[in-house]
T-cell receptor, first 113, second 117 residues
Framework: EPEVTQTPSHQVTQMGQEVILRCVPISNHLYFYWYRQILGQKVEFLVSFYNNEISEKSEIFDDQFSVERPDGSNFTLKIRSTKLEDSAMYFC???????????FGAGSRLTVL | AQKVTQAQTEISVVEKEDVTLDCVYETRDTTYYLFWYKQPPSGELVFLIRRNSFDEQNEISGRYSWNFQKSTSSFNFTITASQVVDSAVYFCALSEANRRGYQKVTFGTGTKLQVIP
């Protein structure tokens, strides 16, 4: 079964450092997403991306965050200058056309020290 | 604005008991989708079910069943004869229909289910 893959599975970084989380969505999917889950809390929408531009972003997705699809397969989330409160699990997801179910990756756990 | 409420934070049951996880939602749309996801201790999100707002038929899949009631804006999930492997956090979620094609899913706060052997 096709799956969404995310790397790294866990990253530890110092506050103020830049972090890039990588995702390979399902190959024929067109819509890409990032969600965040702070430990023990609910999963929150960050951003959706289609046709090389952001479709919608949440209040969480401030100027420190950016997304990019640098080639035909990868979808990245960059946090420019990490803060302690960015520590969370970040989930990438993708969907095809129509009302499809989001397929989530296994997540990238980010720990900011 | 859409909202999903899972009032049960944690539930403990003894193996083989039945358990129902409650979910109440709010939306202004007439077309929307409801989901349940399972998050085991390993952390990934496992899709369980999707219902659209026009289909109020209850669904059964093995030991899992779902009761969708539009009149009360609820989408409850029952596990029959629970097993230790059912121990996880379960999230109810809602997505409104979007003409631009993307899915913005709003999750509830989750219910942590512990099944005791």
């Amino acid at each position: 079964e096709p799956e969404v893959t995310q790397t790294p599975s866990h990253q530890v970084t110092q506050m103020g450092q830049e972090v890039i989380l990588r995702c390979v969505p399902i190959s024929n999917h067109l819509y890409f997403y990032w969600y965040r889950q702070i430990l023990g809390q609910k999963v929150e929408f960050l951003v959706s991306f289609y046709n090389n531009e952001i479709s919608e972003k949440s209040e969480i997705f401030d100027d420190q965050f950016s997304v990019e699809r640098p080639d035909g397969s990868n979808f990245t989330l960059k946090i420019r200058s990490t803060k302690l409160e960015d520590s969370a699990m970040y989930f990438c997801a993708s969907t095809g056309t129509g009302a499809n179910v989001l397929t989530f990756g296994a997540g990238s756990r980010l720990t900011v020290l | 604005a859409q909202k999903v409420t899972q009032a049960q934070t944690e539930i403990s049951v003894v193996e083989k008991e039945d358990v129902t996880l409650d979910c109440v939602y709010e939306t202004r749309d007439t077309t929307y989708y409801l989901f349940w996801y399972k998050q085991p201790p390993s952390g990934e999100l496992v899709f369980l079910i999707r219902r659209n707002s026009f289909d109020e038929q209850n669904e059964i899949s093995g030991r899992y069943s779902w009761n969708f009631q539009k009149s009360t804006s609820s989408f409850n999930f029952t596990i029959t004869a629970s097993q230790v492997v059912d121990s996880a956090v379960y999230f109810c979620a809602l997505s409104e229909a979007n003409r631009r094609g993307y899915q913005k899913v709003t999750f509830g706060t989750g219910t942590k289910l512990q099944v005791i052997p």
